[in-house]
C-alpha cells in the first residue's frame, strides 16, 4: 500500500486516469485504522489492478468525498468516486467482497454503522 | 528469610529505632518453636516476593471500588471513529469475564473518546470510556468519537 497526502490526492488521481485508485482514508492514533490497513495489505495482491493508497487525515483536513467515519475506504475511476465503505465492518470479508464486486462492475457500497 | 527450627538468626535491623538512634532496632530471631518458619526480611524487595509467592489465590485487577477489584471487558463500538457524534454506529458486545471474576452487568458509553483518558489518574469507575482505556489502551483520533460498551468484571 503506498502513502499519498491529502493535498497532493487530486493531482494523483488525475494521473491515474480510469485506473482504478482505492484509497484508505486514515488518521494517526487509529487503532482500528492500523488493523484495517494490515487486513487491506493482506489481500492487496488479489486485486492487481488496483492501487491501495493510505490518505491520513485529520479533523481539519477530513475530504468532503469521505464518509463521516475512520477508517474508510472509497474507490476511483477517473478521478470520480465510485465506491465507499464507510467505516471497518466487524467481518472483514464484507470489504473484500465490495472490492471485488467494484472489479466485477457491481454495486459499490457498505456501511459498518 | 528462612528460619529453621533450633536456629538463631543474625543481627538484624527493624524497627524504626528509638530516640538514642540505634536504641530498640536491632535484634536476633530464636526459632525454638519446633517448627521452620518464613520471617519477612524489613525490606520492600521481600515484602513483593512475599506477596508474589504466598500460596493463595489471587485476582488481580485494574482498580478498585467499593471493596471489589475490577477486571473488566471491552466491546468497542462499530464504525468505530465518527466525526461529530457517534450515534448513528452500533454497540459491540464485550467479552465475558476474565477467569474468576463475576459479572456485574454491562454499561454503554456514547460520543466519547477513551483517549481523551490516556492521563487521567482518576477512578475510571462508572465512566465509560475512562474505564475503555484501562480496557483496551486506545480510542480515536482527536475530533472523532466512538462507542464503547463495558462489561464490569469484579471480585
Same mark, same amino acid.
Given at each position: 500500500?503506498?502513502?499519498?497526502?491529502?493535498?497532493?490526492?487530486?493531482?494523483?488521481?488525475?494521473?491515474?486516469?480510469?485506473?482504478?485508485?482505492?484509497?484508505?482514508?486514515?488518521?494517526?492514533?487509529?487503532?482500528?485504522?492500523?488493523?484495517?490497513?494490515?487486513?487491506?495489505?493482506?489481500?492487496?495482491?488479489?486485486?492487481?489492478?488496483?492501487?491501495?493508497?493510505?490518505?491520513?487525515?485529520?479533523?481539519?483536513?477530513?475530504?468532503?468525498?469521505?464518509?463521516?467515519?475512520?477508517?474508510?475506504?472509497?474507490?476511483?475511476?477517473?478521478?470520480?468516486?465510485?465506491?465507499?465503505?464507510?467505516?471497518?465492518?466487524?467481518?472483514?470479508?464484507?470489504?473484500?467482497?465490495?472490492?471485488?464486486?467494484?472489479?466485477?462492475?457491481?454495486?459499490?457500497?457498505?456501511?459498518?454503522? | 528469610?528462612?528460619?529453621?527450627?533450633?536456629?538463631?538468626?543474625?543481627?538484624?535491623?527493624?524497627?524504626?529505632?528509638?530516640?538514642?538512634?540505634?536504641?530498640?532496632?536491632?535484634?536476633?530471631?530464636?526459632?525454638?518453636?519446633?517448627?521452620?518458619h518464613f520471617i519477612p526480611d524489613n525490606s520492600t524487595a521481600?515484602?513483593?516476593?512475599?506477596?508474589?509467592?504466598?500460596?493463595?489465590?489471587?485476582?488481580?485487577?485494574?482498580?478498585?471500588?467499593?471493596?471489589?477489584?475490577?477486571?473488566?471487558? @471491552? $466491546?468497542?463500538?462499530? #464504525?468505530?471513529?465518527?466525526?461529530? %457524534? /457517534?450515534?448513528?454506529?452500533?454497540?459491540?458486545? =464485550?467479552? &465475558?469475564?476474565?477467569?474468576?471474576?463475576?459479572? @456485574? $452487568?454491562?454499561?454503554? #458509553?456514547?460520543?466519547?473518546?477513551? %483517549? /481523551?483518558?490516556?492521563?487521567?489518574?482518576?477512578? =475510571?469507575? &462508572?465512566?465509560?470510556?475512562?474505564?475503555?482505556?484501562?480496557?483496551?489502551?486506545? #480510542?480515536?483520533?482527536?475530533?472523532?468519537?466512538?462507542?464503547?460498551?463495558?462489561?464490569?468484571?469484579?471480585?
Amino acid at each position: 500500500m503506498i502513502t499519498k497526502t491529502i493535498e497532493n490526492l487530486e493531482t494523483y488521481l488525475t494521473e491515474r486516469g480510469s485506473s482504478k485508485t482505492l484509497i484508505l482514508l486514515s488518521a494517526e492514533d487509529c487503532h482500528a485504522c492500523a488493523q484495517f490497513k494490515a487486513h487491506l495489505e493482506s489481500v492487496e495482491s488479489t486485486f492487481s489492478n488496483i492501487v491501495f493508497a493510505e490518505v491520513l487525515v485529520t479533523l481539519e483536513t477530513k475530504p468532503l468525498f469521505g464518509p463521516p467515519v475512520l477508517p474508510s475506504i472509497v474507490g476511483f475511476e477517473d478521478s470520480q468516486r465510485v465506491l465507499e465503505g464507510a467505516g471497518m465492518p466487524e467481518d472483514l470479508t464484507v470489504a473484500n467482497n465490495l472490492i471485488q464486486s467494484w472489479v466485477n462492475g457491481e454495486g459499490f457500497q457498505y456501511s459498518a454503522g | 528469610m528462612r528460619l529453621n527450627n533450633g536456629a538463631t538468626s543474625a543481627a538484624l535491623s527493624h524497627g524504626p529505632g528509638g530516640q538514642f538512634g540505634e536504641e530498640n532496632k536491632w535484634l536476633k530471631y530464636i526459632n525454638t518453636t519446633g517448627s521452620d518458619h518464613f520471617i519477612p526480611d524489613n525490606s520492600t524487595a521481600e515484602k513483593n516476593s512475599s506477596f508474589a509467592s504466598a500460596p493463595v489465590t489471587k485476582r488481580k485487577g485494574d482498580y478498585s471500588n467499593g471493596g471489589y477489584v475490577y477486571n473488566n471487558t @471491552a $466491546g468497542f463500538g462499530t #464504525g468505530p471513529c465518527w466525526y461529530g %457524534n /457517534s450515534n448513528s454506529a452500533g454497540y459491540t458486545t =464485550p467479552g &465475558g469475564c476474565p477467569a474468576g471474576f463475576s459479572d @456485574a $452487568g454491562i454499561l454503554n #458509553g456514547n460520543n466519547g473518546n477513551n %483517549n /481523551s483518558y490516556n492521563t487521567n489518574g482518576a477512578s =475510571p469507575h &462508572g465512566n465509560a470510556f475512562h474505564m475503555g482505556f484501562y480496557v483496551l489502551k486506545y #480510542g480515536c483520533p482527536a475530533g472523532t468519537t466512538h462507542k464503547i460498551t463495558i462489561r464490569y468484571c469484579r471480585v
